[in-house]
């Protein structure tokens, strides 16, 4: 089935803006992991706005240190990590097997009342909207501690906020690497053309995401699991649910975004005063701020 120009103009109309959100995240992303080194190298003391120079390669270190660790990771995997891995794989192998039949399924009891509740999934599920909800527990998060409360739900935010960053960045790889059709463009479960833009259906980002930030709230809360991975389990599905990706993209983004939260967690939860957040007045009583540091 060969489809309009007509037809096809809003997915591309969403792809640009999904170029420019993806671009805006992860630059709020470095810049965090920027202003963390920036604060360190200040050495706590000093306004964000006012350090030298040399506070800024600081914060590039800081960006440098957490995508090394990442890449150098499959090099420090033992054998229970790489059955892992090829069990992940199997996996998405098997699901891509069966794109089809569970395309066909899914579509040919779809609903207008499904699709209508599957769409609200598709909104709480965006980059946008967990980069919003991020942003908004690190603000509790400081504004909490600064009443005596402990750090944990500011550091889980920031943790979850670069977690969700990372998981972009992959699929956003994947995505230009593949070049997958969508499944809505009908043009079956093996149409690739890589190299041909970050609107492509492998892998979801909906998904890597919002497992992403499930996970990291998941493991630094007792009980939270229970609450986090059956949302991020909905968003995905409301992926397959819309005719927006296939089942293979969603259990691939799944993995990916549970990967690199589980990882990053683990990193960042040794020492309870990785990140440093706290609120600061600037000299001589000219104003105040925030104060974001990281500790290596």
């Known amino acids: 089935m060969v489809m309009s120009d007509e037809k096809r103009q809003p997915v591309g109309g969403k792809s640009r803006v999904t170029v420019v959100s993806l671009l805006f995240l992860w630059c709020l992303d470095l810049g965090l992991s920027a202003w963390q080194g920036v604060a360190h190298a200040a050495g706590g003391e000093q306004p964000v706005g006012v350090v030298k120079e040399e506070s800024i ?81 690190i603000a509790i998060g400081v504004a909490s501690e600064s009443y005596g409360a402990s750090s944990k739900l500011k550091d889980t935010g920031l943790v979850s906020f670069e977690a969700e960053g990372f998981a972009i960045v992959a699929t956003s790889a994947l995505k230009l690497a593949t070049g997958r059709a969508r499944p809505e463009t009908n043009q079956g479960t093996t149409h690739f053309r890589p190299l041909t833009g970050l609107n492509g259906s492998f892998a979801s980002t909906h ?20 609450i986090a991975y059956p949302l991020a ?21 799944a993995l990916i975004g549970y990967g ?23 000299e001589r009583g000219t104003g105040g701020g925030i104060m974001i540091g990281k500790q290596f």
């Open 260 to 282: 690199l939260g589980h990882f990053l967690n683990k990193r960042h939860s040794d020492d309870p005063t990785d990140w440093q957040i706290r609120p600061m007045a600037m």
């Open 57 to 137: 390669t600081e914060g590039v270190k800081a960006v440098i240190e957490d995508t090394k660790a990442l890449v150098i990771s499959p090099l420090t995997m033992d054998r229970y990590d790489v059955l892992k891995l090829g069990g992940a794989m199997a996996v998405v192998g098997g699901m891509f097997a069966a794109d089809r039949p569970i395309k066909d399924l899914v579509q040919r009891n779809s609903t207008s009342k499904g699709r209508e509740v599957a769409d609200k999934f598709n909104t709480w599920g965006s980059p946008g909207t967990l980069l919003g909800l991020n942003a908004g527990v």
């Open 207 to 226: 998904a890597s995401a919002s497992f992403a930030v499930a996970t990291v709230f998941a493991e630094r809360y007792e009980g939270m699991g229970w």
């Open 233 to 253: 389990f909905a968003i995905s599905a409301s992926r397959v649910y819309t005719d927006k990706h296939f089942s293979s993209d969603v259990v691939a983004g």
